[in-house]
């Protein structure tokens, strides 16, 4: 298995336990993650990494940033961030889960 693939494989399965009774949608072709309605989570697979999207990821929260590990990278002119990893060393699982629990807020 490459890289690649066992970030997503792990990244799904993360994603699965966080977000029970969300809906899985293909978004621009990548998979999503929606609660209710709105595109919560997606991953992006590239050749050398998997970008995690966290739609609204630029988002506060009760005066709070989004990311409070600061490790989430503003994308695009919307309100979506973002983070690489290029390898399963690369994957902070508390951070993902705490980000995906943001997020799940967020929506």
Known sequence: MSTVTDLQAA???????????????????????????????????????????????????DGQPADPTGKLVASGSFEMASVKLASPDDLDENALRTWVRRAKELA
């Open 11 to 61: 990244l799904t399965a993360i994603l699965n336990e966080e977000l029970p009774g969300a809906t899985t949608k293909l978004y621009h072709g990548i998979p999503v993650w929606c609660v209710g309605d709105q595109p919560t989570v997606g991953i992006k697979p590239a050749k050398a990494h998997v970008s995690v999207l966290f739609f609204q990821g630029q988002r506060q929260l």
